[in-house]
Structure formats: structure tokens, C-alpha cells
């Protein structure tokens, strides 16, 4: 049997609780927890207490960092944020401009 995956938990309270019904309801294996959302702590222990897999969700668009700015030069724009769109990202990525430096504190940060 396939279960789906659920994405985004933590981006708002209305979709975290369809995720949690679906999984309740044994319609979804698990979701990615989106750190930097902000229903991100509440959802955490709801599907603590749920007993929900989740998986990280790495956010590297339209949202603020969980590093300081100045760890992750690379991934953020002046105003200390993330791009506002993936293009954005993937462009800087192809140009040579992502350090993986950066990248690889931005997963230490979201673990």
C-alpha cells in the first residue's frame, strides 16, 4: 500500500490540522516540518503527541533564515531574508554564487 507524504507542516495552523486528521485518519505516512513556518513549534508537538513521521522540510525561499545572516552571506539578500523565488536561488546556484559552507549550516540549523 502507498501512503502519501505530506508537505509543509508547520507553514499554517488550517494545514497543519488537515495533516494531522489525514494522518489520523491513516491516509498519509508522514510530512515535512517546515522550521521556518510559522505554526512551525505547535505543530512539532502536535505530531509529537500524534506519533507523526516528519522529515525536513529545508526552506531556502521567501522566508527569514534560522542562522544569522551573517553565517549564510550566500543565501540571503540584503535585507537578511531568503529570495523571494526558487529561480532566484537556483540562478545564484548555477552562476557559482551558493557557498556550500552556507548550505551546510543552514541544514545543521534546521536539524
Known sequence: MVRPHADD???????????F???????LGG???????P???QAAQEAHAL??????????????????????????GVNGRFPR???SVAASGLAGRLNAQDLRQIGRAHV
Open 51 to 76: 506519533g507523526l513521521p516528519v522529515w525536513l522540510h529545508l526552506a531556502l525561499v521567501d522566508a527569514d533564515p534560522v542562522s544569522p545572516a551573517c553565517e549564510i552571506p550566500s543565501l540571503v
Open 85 to 87: 523565488s526558487f529561480v
Open 39 to 41: 505554526s512551525f513549534a
Open 9 to 19: 507542516l508547520g507553514i499554517d495552523p488550517s494545514v497543519d490540522r488537515a495533516i
Open 21 to 27: 486528521r489525514a494522518f489520523e485518519l491513516g491516509a
Open 31 to 37: 510530512a515535512s516540518v517546515l522550521v521556518t513556518g
